[in-house]
């Protein structure tokens, strides 16, 4: 079996993004019977597991992602978007009796969106999942549900044993799971990647960012990021916290940042080995992705030019 550069896991899904100029001076609420036009319909493919897959494909990894659809349209439309960005299908089952995911996203010009989320397929492994067959350098976990998410401590494990390294975005289900047993699992993690809410319900909370830095010196073997949107990020590596902010950007759609910046992260450290650089792809992969409408358009390729945030280190806890 051929060894990949990387196998995401997590979701799969279809995107459908509505916007219209009132949908929130209507506090969003649609009288039985009117019919409400809308601006503009656009139909992407999400879903963390591909979305990762996506950056790691265009950074030049051998990438496969792992994980399962229903046989239909939205399916389909997964398939057709793996092709397109040359990542490897072999890991992707096509289960009769499930249905792809699906988002609606409603948003309003700058006043935010909200999306209907529709989770079924990506909840389960799929039939013939077998971790003996997964040969990879590394595996990406983006965020996991049902069979996947109550896995993910054998997945890390087999992993370890196999020597496959470890990047991790947990969800809120993974993270209800893991939190309980931490001392069990976060040292056999070479990357794990939070945004600052999920910091809170993983490791609770803490005095500030230094105090929670500090109780986990001794238990972080890799990096620890926290994502905190507009404010940038901080990576801990046990020792030094380095610090970025983020690249100014006309936002036209928050969907896939915490992916394009987790997976973005991970193509760097590959590549250079220095976390410094691959913070500075994280963040322009990020910015790069919130451009443009959907999670998978507008992620850097490799070899594309991009700004470089500056970064401070502070080696003092
Ligand atoms: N408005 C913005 N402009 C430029 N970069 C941004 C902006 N918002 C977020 N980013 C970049 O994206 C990174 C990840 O964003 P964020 O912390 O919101 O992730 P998240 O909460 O996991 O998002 P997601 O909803 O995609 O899971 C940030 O650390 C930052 O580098
Ligand atoms: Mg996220």
């Keep these: 079996m051929k060894k990949f550069d990387v196998i995401t896991f997590g979701s799969a899904s279809e995107d459908i993004f509505i916007t219209s100029k009132d949908f929130f001076q209507r506090n969003l609420c649609f009288p039985v019977g009117e019919k409400i036009e809308i601006d503009k319909i656009l139909i992407k493919t999400g879903g963390g597991g591909t979305n990762a897959a996506t950056t790691f494909s265009l950074q030049g990894f051998n990438t496969a992602y792992c994980g399962c659809i229903g046989n239909d349209y939205a399916g389909f439309l997964v398939l057709t978007d793996l092709k397109r960005f040359k990542i490897a299908t072999n890991l992707v089952a096509v289960e009769e009796k499930r249905t792809t995911n699906l988002s609606v996203i409603l948003s309003e010009k700058e006043k935010g969106r909200v999306i209907l989320v529709y989770r079924d397929s990506s909840r389960y492994l799929p039939q013939n999942f077998d971790l003996e067959k997964l040969k990879s350098s590394w595996y990406y976990l983006a965020p996991l549900s049902g069979e996947f998410a109550k896995n993910t401590l054998k997945i890390i494990k087999f992993a370890k044993k196999n020597k496959t390294r470890v990047a991790i975005n947990p969800s809120k289900e993974q993270i209800a799971i893991l939190r309980n047993k931490i001392e069990r699992w976060i040292n056999l993690i070479d990357v794990l990647i939070v945004n600052k809410s999920e910091a809170k319900l993983l490791f609770g909370r803490h005095r500030s960012e230094k105090s929670l830095l500090k109780k986990l010196k001794r238990e972080i073997r ?49 590549k250079t080995n220095d976390p410094i650089s691959a913070i500075q792809l994280a963040t322009a992969n990020s910015a790069a992705c919130l451009k443009q409408w959907g999670a998978k358009e507008g992620l850097l390729r490799e070899n594309q030019k991009f700004s470089k945030v500056k970064i401070t280190i502070n080696d003092k806890l």
């Excluded at 890799?222 to 949107?229: C, E, Q, R, S, V």
């Excluded at 940038?232 to 940042?257: C, L, M, P």
């Design 222 to 270: 890799g990096y620890l990021i926290i994502t905190k949107g507009k404010e940038g990020s901080i990576v801990f590596d046990g020792r030094n916290i380095f610090q970025a902010g983020i690249v100014n950007t006309k936002v036209k759609d928050r969907t896939g940042a915490g992916d394009a910046y987790g997976a973005g992260f991970v193509a760097g450290l590959i």
